[in-house]
Every structure is written in structure tokens, then in C-alpha cells.
């Protein structure tokens, strides 16, 4: 029996795997957020755990209050040393893009908190540029009645909406498209803080699986396509990623 520890066998081959691919995808969710100090959604203190239990959310953090963390900065390494090729990001903090991941990089699929879109032309403003208060002229989601007195795109003049994607709205139709087209090309997929839970988004794993790519998960919960990783990993991203990271500083 090695005397090497399990982890550090998994973390090896991992290493291995990351080494051997020739385009690698990471793929994201809120559970890579959680060390920040945002709570997840169906971890074991998530957001729709808590509700479905009587619990307000426990952190309470608003996304202004936090910054990236070590597996966020471990992303940007494999980002850095030419590892990662595409990211495909549940996430709406903006903690990938304050990490320095390249925008042109990166598809945030469900929207980014500091971003509004047109809903015509779909150009993608912050709130700064737009000078929209949400104070004044509300959230701007898609599902809300347009205020008169809401800034319009600086483009085309069209409505103005929240770019975060809510439950029923329409996915973002440039990020999905170009998440098929990186997950299509992947032949290795990394899979961090998700419990792959909700359709499109959790689709691409198993998108990427079918077209030959192999799954590697690193996530503290069950998911649902733990059966269809190479390596399941059980343990928290902020740990696990550096080692990684460090580890193919050292081989490549
Ligand atoms: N390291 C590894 N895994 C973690 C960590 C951590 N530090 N913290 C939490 N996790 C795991 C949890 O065990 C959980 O299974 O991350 C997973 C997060 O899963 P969800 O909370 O379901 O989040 P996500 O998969 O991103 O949800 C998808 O659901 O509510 C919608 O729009 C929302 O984008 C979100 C989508």
C-alpha cells in the first residue's frame, strides 16, 4: 500500500491529466465563491438549502464586499501558463474577471452582477458608464415593468436590463454558443463548485464527456455527474488548486 496520501496520488494524476491535454475548460460554480465569503445555493449552508429550511442566507456578504481567492487566482495561473483555454463560469460576482481572467476568456452564462446589457443590441455596459443607480431606476431586470426614467444603451438607444440571467429568463445567446464550441473542443474538462444542478449551464460537462473529453470534479458535495468524472475530487477548491498549480509549475 503507498505511503503516499490518497489526496496527494489524486493531485499527481490530475497534474498528469492537465499536462497530457492539449485544450482544457474549466467550468465553475458558485462553490469556488464560497471561501470568498458568498454562500453557494445547494451546498450544505446554501442559499435554497436555508430557504427550504425557514434560514435567511448565512454570510449575508453582498458581491461588493469580496474579493477573489486562492482557487480563483489558481484559474488565473492555468490562465497564465497557456493551460486554460476557455472558461465557462456560472458565477455572477465578477470574481473570475477581479482575478485578471481575460475577458475574451471567459463566458459568465448566467451574467455579471456589475453588468447591464441592451435588450436590443445586446452591447454590455457597467452601471457606472450608464450612471444607473439602483436607487432610482430599480433593478433593472428583463421580468420588470421599464421605468421612464432608466438610462438607454449608449449604442442604439434600446431598453437597458440587468445582464444577470434570473430563473425562466433566456441564457445569453453569444456565451452559449461560444461555451458549445469550447466544450466541444475540450478534451479535458475541469469541474469546480458546481453541483451541476441546473440545465443549460450544467449541460456542457456532459456535452464535453460525450464528445470524448474526460471530467475531472472537484467539489465538497455530491453532483450530478460524479458517475461520469475520471477523478472526483471531495474537497474544497482553494485547497486542492494551488497544489495543483504548484505541482505544474514543477513538471512543465
Ligand atoms: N470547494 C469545493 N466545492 C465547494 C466549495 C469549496 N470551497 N464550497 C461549496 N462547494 C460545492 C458545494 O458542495 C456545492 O455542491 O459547490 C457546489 C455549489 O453548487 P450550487 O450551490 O448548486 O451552485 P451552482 O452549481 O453554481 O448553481 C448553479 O443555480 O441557483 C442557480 O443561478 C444559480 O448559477 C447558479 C446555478
Not at 458581491?63 to 501558463?81: G, R, S
Request: contains cysteine; charged residues 30%.
Amino acid at each position: 500500500m503507498s505511503d503516499i496520501p490518497q489526496i496527494e496520488r489524486e493531485v499527481d494524476k490530475i497534474v498528469e491529466m492537465i499536462k497530457d491535454s492539449t485544450y482544457l475548460v474549466v467550468f465553475t460554480g458558485a462553490g469556488i465563491s464560497t471561501e470568498s465569503g458568498l454562500s453557494d445555493f445547494r451546498g450544505k449552508d446554501g442559499i435554497w438549502t436555508r430557504k427550504e429550511k425557514g434560514l435567511p442566507p448565512k454570510h449575508g456578504k453582498h458581491f461588493d464586499e469580496v474579493k477573489p481567492n486562492k482557487a480563483h487566482y489558481a484559474i488565473k495561473e492555468l490562465q497564465d501558463m497557456g493551460l486554460m483555454k476557455y472558461l465557462i463560469s456560472q458565477n455572477v460576482d465578477n470574481l473570475h474577471l477581479e482575478s485578471g481572467i481575460d475577458s475574451s476568456l471567459v463566458a459568465e452564462l448566467h451574467g455579471n452582477y456589475k453588468l447591464m446589457k441592451c435588450f436590443e443590441c445586446d452591447e454590455r455596459f457597467t452601471s457606472v458608464e450608464l450612471k444607473w443607480d439602483r436607487e432610482i431606476h430599480g433593478r433593472g431586470f428583463r421580468t420588470e415593468p421599464q421605468q421612464a426614467n432608466q438610462p438607454v444603451c449608449l449604442e442604439c438607444g434600446g431598453r437597458i436590463i440587468s445582464s444577470v440571467v434570473n430563473f425562466n429568463d433566456p441564457m445569453p445567446e453569444k456565451e452559449m454558443k461560444i461555451s458549445k464550441d469550447h466544450a466541444a473542443k475540450c478534451d479535458l474538462m475541469l469541474v469546480i463548485g458546481s453541483s451541476l444542478s441546473v440545465q443549460p449551464a450544467s449541460n456542457f460537462p456532459r456535452k464535453a464527456k460525450k464528445n470524448g473529453a474526460k471530467l475531472i470534479i472537484i467539489n465538497i458535495d455530491p453532483t450530478t455527474q460524479d458517475d461520469l468524472a475520471s477523478i472526483r475530487i471531495t474537497n474544497k477548491a482553494g485547497d486542492i488548486l494551488p497544489q495543483i498549480v504548484e505541482k505544474l509549475k514543477k513538471v512543465l
